[in-house]
């Protein structure tokens, strides 16, 4: 995707603070981070939003998961607990159309939605 945020920071057009990379994920820090740890996970391929996931992406997701489990251990936030976000369209709040996965920790979350 020509002009989606996202898609530059896979290519390196913008800059990002990495956490994570392999084949087909990336992880980098929030710019504006909403706890003190707040890292974006996203695939490298452009799937718009997760409304937009095809049956072909499903593992990927799997696997996006299970690099926020490595990520959690890695940083030593695993026991005290984190929260996994994702916005998905207008309603969602979703500001950025590139399927990406908040990692929020270091903070106790209270306002609960659900
Ligand atoms: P969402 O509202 O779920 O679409 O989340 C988009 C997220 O992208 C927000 O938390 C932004 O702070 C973050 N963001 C926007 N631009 C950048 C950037 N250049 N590098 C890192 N994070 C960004
Ligand atoms: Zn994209």
Redesign the pocket.
Known sequence: MEDC?FCK?VKGE?P?KKVYEDEEILA?????P?API?I?IIPKKHITSLAYLEKEDEPLVGKIYGVMNKIATEKGFKEDGYRV???CGKNG?????HL?F?LLAGRKFGEKII
Request: glycine share 4%; net charge negative.
């Open positions: 945020l920071i913008i990002s980098f820090e929030d710019i504006n909403a707040h974006l976000i994702v916005n709040g979703q500001e950025v159309m990406h908040h």
